[in-house]
């Protein structure tokens, strides 16, 4: 399956996957609140390669918004949450060196 | 009058190094260490170093330690930021009989709330049985906590063996470390724990600094939410001073471990062999695996707190055991565990030795201890021997 068909899109916008995506690497901020998620996405995102892809795990709500705002912000690729039972997994594709 | 510290487990005084490297960040490097300019940048630099090394004296990883406040604080995060963690997995904990009140009522809080707890019991020395706990393991099963050493007996837990029941059967082990982690090799990667509670007051560093060591990947809940410190596991401005202070004394202790053991090992064997040589007194904990400077007793017919306030007169300072016996007037939970009668019980005290203890003053305690149990004994109203009556015990779990 493409991404694009991984991808769809729910009432509110948010980017929601089908199954998770292959992660060149993955980090898990269970239990940690704002701005944890946004902190740990930046550091993480500094220690992948251009084109690589991050998974960021966590049960912050706000992470809803604030990361794929994060992403545009930065102008690294959003490229979907895929709810597990207890958590979210949020795919990030690293677009330019840092 | 001679003074002569002889409770270094209740707390060591602050080794001249460590309030050396503390006291610049009382007065001129006050920055807040989450501040964007030079005096914050220096702050959280003081703070990852005193990480490194404080995760150097257990063989962790920097980023596995988490500042806290205390060794309470650390056990009561250990506890309750697991069992919140894994509760969805299941909601039972193990935790041996003679754990620290922080950890027994910590434990005792999540009962309330839901977890089923097993208190294991301990044998005569206070050893936990390993394979006691692996018969105590369910599907349910999500934390084992076993203290690492007693403060109050001495006696050494086989951490090694029980990291091997619970790495078998996919738990996680948390061990209190704080009596020993400073006072005997520690190292996270041989004992394979998951958390581990350690404190610098225990190693010739302040009071108000501790840690716990989480293996990385472990989920926890934090206990204190609101800021970034501590990776947003502990909320709260860092008290800089302390954690610098931990941090020195940590790396102080990791090159001078050894030779403070070769040296209060045999001054410690000396006060436990002069000590035996006195009528109906009795070494409690285990006689070699123990702390090196703990020498533990229950002296018949009389009262730890007559024992500890004669000697105190005497210019000796020692303890009687745990806050619960010497405060509340209760028989120690420990004791009654490991099989000591409550009428025996109330006779406990504890002598603990440090880097300062020399052999001048084991000769002047050996020299006064049976003086004070001789005196104690003919004032006694039990010398005659032990009537029916008994001191109520603590509400230690069955």
């Given at each position: ?8 899109l729910?009432?509110s916008g948010i980017k ?21 998620h946004l902190?740990?996405l930046d550091?993480?995102v ?8 991050l ?8 992470a809803l918004e604030d990361i794929p705002e994060w992403c545009s912000k930065t102008g690294n690729e959003f490229l979907g949450i ?8 949020f795919f990030i594709r690293k677009a330019k060196?840092? | ?398």
């Amino acid at each position: 399956m493409s991404l694009a068909e991984a991808h769809q899109l729910d009432n509110s916008g948010i980017k929601f996957l089908n199954q998770p995506i292959k992660a060149d690497s993955e980090t898990d901020v269970i239990y940690m609140m704002c701005p944890m998620h946004l902190l740990t996405l930046d550091d993480k995102v500094k220690e992948i390669r251009k084109g690589q892809v991050l998974s960021i795990l966590t049960d912050y709500d706000g992470a809803l918004e604030d990361i794929p705002e994060w992403c545009s912000k930065t102008g690294n690729e959003f490229l979907g949450i895929y709810e597990d039972s207890d958590h979210y997994k949020f795919f990030i594709r690293k677009a330019k060196e840092s | 009058m001679k003074k002569i510290y002889l409770d270094h487990v209740a707390t060591n005084p602050l080794h001249p190094e460590v309030l050396d490297a503390m006291m610049p960040y009382f007065r001129d490097d006050y920055g807040n260490p989450l501040s964007l300019y030079g005096p914050g940048f220096k702050a959280r630099e003081a703070i990852e170093h005193a990480r490194e090394s404080s995760a150097s004296l257990i063989n962790a990883k920097a980023k596995e330690i988490i500042f806290t406040a205390s060794g309470a604080e650390s056990n009561n995060f250990a506890l309750k930021g697991i069992a919140y963690a894994l509760q969805s997995k299941g909601k039972h904990i193990i935790v041996s009989k003679v754990e620290h009140h922080s950890i027994l009522n910590s434990a005792r809080f999540l009962e309330k709330q839901g977890f089923v707890v097993t208190y294991l019991p301990v044998d005569n020395y206070g050893l936990v049985d390993p394979e006691a706990v692996r018969k105590a393991i369910t599907g349910e099963t999500i934390l084992i906590s076993i203290i690492h050493a007693s403060p109050e007996i001495g006696t050494i837990q086989p951490i090694g063996e029980i990291s091997r029941i619970a790495r078998e059967k996919g738990v996680l082990l948390h061990t209190d470390s704080v009596a020993a982690a400073g006072n005997i090799p520690v190292d996270v990667q041989a004992l394979n724990v998951d958390l581990m509670t350690f404190a610098a007051h225990q190693f010739y560093g302040p009071k108000g600094a501790a840690a716990l060591y989480v293996k990385e990947g472990t989920r926890i809940v934090p206990l204190i939410y609101g800021g970034i410190q501590e990776g947003g596991r502990r909320a709260g401005t860092e008290n800089v001073p302390a954690i610098v202070g931990m941090g020195k004394a940590a790396e102080i202790t990791k090159r001078d471990l050894q030779k403070r053991i070769e040296h209060i090992r045999p001054l410690r064997d000396n006060i436990i062999s002069s000590t035996l040589k006195i009528d109906k007194v009795i070494l409690t904990g285990h006689p070699e695996q123990r702390l090196p400077g703990h020498a533990s007793f229950v002296v018949e017919y009389i009262e730890g707190e007559a024992m500890l306030l004669m000697l105190a007169a005497k210019g000796i300072y020692s303890a009687s055991g745990s806050a619960c016996s010497s405060k509340a007037l209760k028989s120690s939970p420990v004791l009654i565990s490991i099989g000591v009668p409550v009428h025996l019980a109330q006779g406990s005290v504890v002598f603990t030795l440090g880097e300062g203890t020399t052999s001048e003053d084991i000769t002047y305690f050996n020299e006064t201890f049976p003086q004070v149990i001789s005196r104690l004994r003919e004032i006694s109203p039990y010398s005659k021997g032990w009537d029916e009556t008994e001191a109520p015990t603590c509400t230690a779990k069955k």
